[in-house]
């Protein structure tokens, strides 16, 4: 017999039922259209779900003015958006339905105060984060330059190496905040390491709902014999998660959606973990662990 558990720790985060939470509530006051920039969470079945409704994911301010009546609002979801997207907002004549994340929008201060400190001594900014992703464009645009990324320890290595970071001058360190804690403490090690004594001021910015989920799933994935791990294909917390899945149990599994489950990942008699990331929802673990039950 398949024994299958949903981890009660796995769900969306805070800042995510929020932003979805308003999007639902002012769709459901407003029957029509409703724009988000940007996808509000990276999870396509969620995602169709709320486009059902009327939510519409633009790209850019441009594109929901032109798909918008011309008075309805565009949500900015909980990853934050650089100031400028609020000037251009602002020219453009839109309205706009702040879901920033209070964390990510505490993060966002926290790295334009950093800036004013280090700048007058030829300091820098460096952020461990996913080049490109949104959370990290908003927290970029916070300053006008003089930030850099790093994605994992041996790009950090180049930076320094390379000579692009310099070692005798402040460096305040924050994370994104979906990062792993781990990789965050090896990058930290190693800036300590090689930066001129006192140089270096590390930000604890990962937020606490995500390093708390870091350990607790490690047990969970290490008390059941397969994983199954759910999570939209876009998101870094996901990318994340899984990996922290994959070395504790190498039978992890990571799907979409329930189409991509195989039968042939199961033993007749074993326990089944169902987890997900900050993006996945409660509803669609529910319907994998449902499906997982069905195939016996
Ligand atoms: S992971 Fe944390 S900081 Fe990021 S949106 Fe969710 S609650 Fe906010």
Redesign the pocket.
């Known amino acids: 017999m398949i024994r299958v558990e949903i981890d009660g720790n796995s769900g969306f985060?805070?800042?995510?039922i929020r932003a979805i939470g308003t999007a639902e509530k002012y769709l459901g006051a407003h029957p029509g259209k409703l724009c988000s920039l940007g996808a509000i969470v990276h999870n396509e079945e969620e995602l169709s779900r709320l486009h059902s409704m009327g939510l519409v994911t633009v790209d850019s301010l441009e594109e929901a003015a032109s798909v918008g009546s011309g008075d309805d609002p565009v949500l900015i979801r909980?990853h934050g958006e650089p100031p400028k997207v609020y000037r251009q907002a602002e020219e453009m004549g839109l309205r706009l339905i702040d879901c920033t994340?209070p964390?990510?929008l505490r993060l966002q201060k926290a790295i334009k105060d950093a800036y004013y400190r280090v700048s007058p001594e030829h300091g820098s900014i460096l952020i461990f984060g996913k080049i490109g992703h949104p959370e990290v464009l908003g927290l970029i645009g916070q300053v006008p330059s003089g930030v850099d990324v790093v994605q994992d320890l041996a790009q950090t290595i180049d930076l320094v190496s390379s000579g692009r970071l310099r070692t005798d001058s402040p460096v305040e360190l924050f994370s994104q905040?979906?990062m792993s804690p781990v990789e965050y403490g090896r990058v930290s090690s190693y800036l300590e390491s090689v930066l001129d004594p006192g140089v270096l001021v590390v930000h604890d910015s990962i937020?606490s709902?995500?390093a708390g989920r870091h350990r607790l799933l490690s047990e969970f994935a290490a008390s059941h014999d397969v994983v199954v791990f759910v999570a939209g294909s876009t998101s870094s917390?996901g990318k994340v998660l899984f990996d922290l899945c994959k070395r504790t149990n190498p039978r992890s599994y990571h799907i979409n959606s329930v189409s991509q489950l195989s039968a042939g990942w199961f033993p007749p008699e074993c326990s089944v973990g169902v987890c997900g990331a900050?993006s996945t929802p409660k509803w669609l673990l529910e319907d994998v662990a449902r499906a997982i039950e069905n195939l016996q």
């Not at 985060?13 to 995510?16: I, K, R, S, T």
């Open positions: 985060c805070a800042g995510v909980a994340c964390v990510v905040t979906t937020c709902q995500v917390n900050t």
